[in-house]
């Protein structure tokens, strides 16, 4: 059911799922907006794993987790306010993706939603990419430690079968951790 334009003297019904479909735009806004905020919090905990910063990680991502935790009140009260138009427009049984309560709104907010999707869409895309690129490069890091940590524990205990105990590092051993 798709309504037409709400000014040509439409009943209560239009004018509510109308005046819904615009709180479901200001929604969306903020939703991108969120998103953006992600995306930024994510590109500074990626500076912070390339800086080997721990305490500028540690406060990227806390503010992250904030952004996430708000970003997840905003897609709660967004699918709320699309079961409440899908109620008003009398489709309880219709997806409740933004796509599908477009099909209930005028076609003026079908307009100016449409884009809001387009670009929320691609924004959470983003921040998808931003985070895998994060996991690669604290698994990249981890890697990097473990190797790191085998090395250390090579030179510092070399054994020359599996029942000898630890030795003490002897001179060769320190040239070596030096070049390695």
Same mark, same amino acid.
């Given at each position: 059911m798709t309504l037409t334009d709400s000014a040509n003297g439409a009943g209560p019904a239009t004018r509510a799922i109308t005046r819904a479909g615009k709180r479901l735009k200001g929604l969306l806004m903020q939703e991108l907006l969120q998103q953006h905020?992600?995306?930024a919090a994510t590109v500074q905990i990626r500076e912070a794993i390339?800086?080997?910063d721990t305490l500028a990680l540690g406060c990227c991502q806390? +503010?992250?987790h904030e952004a996430m935790r708000k970003a997840e009140r905003l897609g709660a009260d967004r699918m709320a306010l699309s079961r409440e138009i899908l109620d008003q427009a009398g489709q309880v049984d219709?997806?409740?993706g933004i796509a599908g309560v477009l099909r209930c709104l005028s076609e003026e907010l079908q307009a100016n939603i449409e884009p809001l999707r387009m670009d929320l869409i691609i924004a +959470?895309?983003?921040v998808e990419r931003a985070h895998l690129l994060n996991r690669?490069?604290?698994e990249n890091e981890l890697e990097y430690v473990g190797i790191s940590l085998e090395v250390l524990?090579?030179?510092a205990a070399p054994r020359r079968d599996y029942s000898l105990p630890l030795?003490?590092?002897g001179t060769p051993a320190i040239i070596l951790d030096k070049v390695a």
């Open positions: 905020r992600i995306l390339i800086e080997r806390q +503010a992250h219709s997806e409740t +959470a895309g983003n690669d490069l604290l524990a090579r030179a030795q003490r590092m």
